[in-house]
T-cell receptor, first 111, second 115 residues
Framework: DQQVKQNSPSLSVQEGRISILNCDYTNSMFDYFLWYKKYPAEGPTFLISISSIKDKNEDGRFTVFLNKSAKHLSLHIVPSQPGDSAVYFCAARSYGQNFVFGPGTRLSVLP | EPEVTQTPSHQVTQMGQEVILRCVPISNHLYFYWYRQILGQKVEFLVSFYNNEISEKSEIFDDQFSVERPDGSNFTLKIRSTKLEDSAMYFC?????????????FGPGTRLLVL
């Protein structure tokens, strides 16, 4: 039962262009969403979050958009940099519960 | 910058053997977690621990698993009798507060291979 889906296992983007990573969820009770970034041989690190009361949250080059009716969120990175190459995990939770992670999308930013 | 550390980085064991994975959370953190990631699959929550007891656990965390904070600095995950399907990367995490999940700091992981 995949409650959090990231249907693109990998994505390649040219340096300087926009990277868009997508995440879909099935549980309408989810009210808080995170994106984590993971480099090889390291643990996931927090990137950006969004609460269900918002539809957009921006932090520097990173913006997360939430479409509750579609149960869809996306992470935009602009401009993309080679150091952004990593696996990106979407995670979601309902109040009081622990996070459910998606399978991840491997982003490669090409110089 | 403070960080979560985990030892060993790699562990190879025979099926049926016991393994203990060790973690040193960030010193002022109060909440501790174990996650695992089977190769090519998503990160899965195993257990959370607060005030010297388990606060939540997932279906994966069955009787073969246990956690302990033996000495006020280490946080361990024990698998009593390992199975082939326990092969995964195991991540420890810690946070100051339960409600600020975004400040969960993850360790680098222990790669467990059960033969």
């Amino acid at each position: 039962d995949q409650q959090v889906k990231q249907n693109s296992p990998s994505l390649s983007v040219q340096e300087g262009r926009i990277s868009i990573l997508n995440c879909d969820y099935t549980n309408s009770m989810f009210d808080y969403f995170l994106w984590y970034k993971k480099y090889p041989a390291e643990g996931p690190t927090f990137l950006i979050s969004i609460s269900s009361i918002k539809d957009k949250n921006e932090d520097g080059r990173f913006t997360v958009f939430l479409n509750k009716s579609a149960k869809h969120l996306s992470l935009h990175i602009v401009p993309s940099q080679p150091g952004d190459s990593a696996v990106y995990f979407c995670a979601a939770r309902s109040y009081g519960q622990n996070f459910v992670f998606g399978p991840g999308t491997r982003l490669s930013v090409l110089p | 910058e403070p960080e979560v550390t985990q030892t060993p980085s790699h562990q190879v064991t025979q099926m049926g053997q016991e393994v203990i994975l060790r973690c040193v959370p960030i010193s002022n953190h109060l909440y501790f977690y174990w996650y695992r990631q089977i190769l090519g699959q998503k990160v899965e929550f195993l257990v959370s621990f607060y005030n010297n007891e388990i606060s939540e656990k997932s279906e994966i965390f069955d009787d073969q698993f246990s956690v302990e904070r033996p000495d006020g600095s280490n946080f361990t995950l024990k698998i009593r009798s390992t199975k082939l399907e326990d092969s995964a990367m195991y991540f420890c995490a810690s946070s100051e507060e339960r409600v600020k999940e975004e400040t969960q700091y993850f360790g680098p992981g222990t790669r467990l291979l059960v033969l």
